[in-house]
T-cell receptor, first 116, second 115 residues
Framework: DTEVTQTPKHLVMGMTNKKSLKCEQH?????MYWYKQKAKKPPELMFV???????INESVPSRFSPECPNSSLLNLHLHALQPEDSALYLC???????????????FGNGTRLTVT | GESVGLHLPTLSVQEGDNSIINCAYS??????FIWYKQESGKGPQFIID?????DKRQGQRVTVLLNKTVKHLSLQIAATQPGDSAVYFC??????????????FGRGTSLIVHP
């Protein structure tokens, strides 16, 4: 079992809906990440939080809004999504903040999002 | 053997064989490299990492080789087992101009192990 927990596992939403994806880790990691993964493709970085501050936004559309309420939690708020946003959304954490050192990512099992 | 399809290269091996998965990275500024394994329905799982001051690192049944001259990584899996069947991604972690590391994944290789 992964030490990064994502909820829900599956989500179906209409284009006018507002929903949120949640991610939690209790490893004391100081960097948290959102990735988007399409079928048979590598994960693509969306956002990075380092020490609870947004440090990287990879030109993600504003219909995706990240939030880091504390060092253990990461949310991704979704609004007015398009069918092409359907994908697996992965949360990850790493031990050190993004500006300090390299360490491997620990991933959750993702939320499978379908936009209808 | 290995085949490169439209989306995901595939490597098919027999159980007990050794497997070699290759990866070309693009950024000369990368100084840290990681291999991940992703099974169906799961997130990527860390296998082994290597820093740019090394050219080889061994784990349990896995070895990573780094050739900085040609920007090439490989993952060797000894005595491959059916449980090794998964998609394998290499990842690099270049320091970006904005002042952060940017973990970036290669396109992945699907390993199929036949019993």
């Amino acid at each position: 079992d992964t030490e990064v927990t994502q909820t829900p596992k599956h989500l179906v939403m209409g284009m006018t809906n507002k929903k949120s994806l949640k991610c939690e880790q209790h490893m004391g990691h100081r960097a948290m990440y959102w990735y988007k993964q399409k079928a048979k493709k590598p994960p693509e970085l969306m956002f990075v939080y380092s020490y609870e501050k947004l440090s990287i936004n990879e030109s993600v559309p504003s219909r995706f809004s990240p939030e880091c309420p504390n060092s253990s939690l990461l949310n991704l708020h979704l609004h007015a999504l398009q069918p092409e946003d359907s994908a697996l959304y992965l949360c990850a954490s790493s031990q050190e903040g993004q500006r300090r050192s390299n360490s491997p990512l620990h991933f959750g099992n993702g939320t499978r999002l379908t936009v209808t | 053997g290995e085949s490169v399809g439209l989306h995901l290269p595939t490597l098919s091996v027999q159980e007990g064989d050794n497997s070699i998965i290759n990866c070309a990275y693009s950024n000369s500024a990368s100084d840290y490299f990681i291999w991940y394994k992703q099974e169906s329905g799961k997130g990527p799982q860390f296998i082994i990492d290597i820093r740019s001051n090394m050219d080889k690192r061994q784990g349990q049944r896995v070895t990573v080789l780094l050739n900085k001259t040609v920007k090439h990584l490989s993952l060797q899996i000894a005595a491959t087992q059916p449980g090794d069947s998964a998609v394998y991604f290499c990842a690099e972690n270049p320091w970006a101009s904005g002042g952060s590391y940017i973990p970036t994944f290669g396109r992945g290789t699907s390993l199929i192990v036949h019993p």
